[in-house]
């Protein structure tokens, strides 16, 4: 069974605008929590990530937000750019590194 | 620098055929991984090995066979190809340490199974 429940399957945002992504599990054993990009193609790549110790971490235009209570987790893209249509995935590790993946989730940025 | 390479990128296979997708990193990762890729089910992991000659079953490791005789390479063999395992095959590598383990992923092999 899927370990991390990812949302929406796909999202067309304009230029400019906010992406966000959520995803939900179960187990709290886990003790990391990545996000993954992909590109057409391409294998997936790690965007960012983290701890369950912090309830937020940004870079550049990326933002994590993290509900330890609730067992969320969410990506938000600001100012998105068309640059930024992929596929983004929600992970979810023990620590021994084992990666367990969302469905994942196909955003497109329209000009 | 080559990271993760994956060979062969696209195979066409007929039902019953075997062959092996072979996956090689240059980094001296001690964790290495297999998942496919499908339409609406994300990255699901195959096997995985956390060292020279050690390998685990991940989620859907049935009709996958793999061993890790070097620290470099982990081949992913399929005994007796059907047409379910039709996908697209990710290896990837990383170093588990402190509770964080950044995979790096190949570009994938495209399987068809006829």
């Known amino acids: 069974q899927q370990q991390v429940k990812q949302s929406p399957q796909s999202l067309i945002v304009q230029k400019g605008g906010i992406s966000i992504i959520n995803c939900a599990y179960e187990n709290t054993a886990f003790d990391y929590f990545p996000w993954y990009q992909q590109f057409p193609g391409k294998g997936p790549a790690l965007l960012i990530a983290?701890?369950?110790?912090?309830s937020e971490k940004k870079e550049g235009r990326f933002t994590i937000s993290f509900n330890k209570s609730a067992k969320q987790f969410s990506l938000h893209i600001m100012d998105s750019q068309p640059g930024d249509s992929a596929t983004y995935f929600c992970a979810v590790t023990d620590s021994w590194g084992k990666l367990q993946f969302g469905a994942g989730t196909q955003v497109v940025v329209t000009p | 620098n080559a990271g993760v390479t994956q060979t062969p990128k696209f195979q066409v296979l007929k039902t019953g055929q075997s062959m092996t997708l072979q996956c090689a990193q240059d980094?001296?990762?001690?964790?290495m991984s297999w998942y496919r890729q499908d339409p609406g089910m994300g990255l699901r992991l195959i096997h995985y090995?956390?060292?020279?000659?050690?390998?685990d079953q991940g989620e859907v490791p049935n009709g996958y066979n793999v061993s890790r005789s070097t620290t470099e390479d982990f081949p992913l063999r399929l005994l007796s190809a059907a047409p379910s395992q039709t996908s697209v095959y990710f290896c990837a590598s990383g170093r588990p340490g402190a509770g964080a383990n950044v995979l790096t992923f190949g570009a994938g092999s495209r399987l068809t199974v006829l």
């Open positions: 983290i701890r369950p110790d912090v």
């Open positions: 090995s956390v060292g020279a000659g050690i390998t």
């Open positions: 980094m001296n990762h001690e964790y």
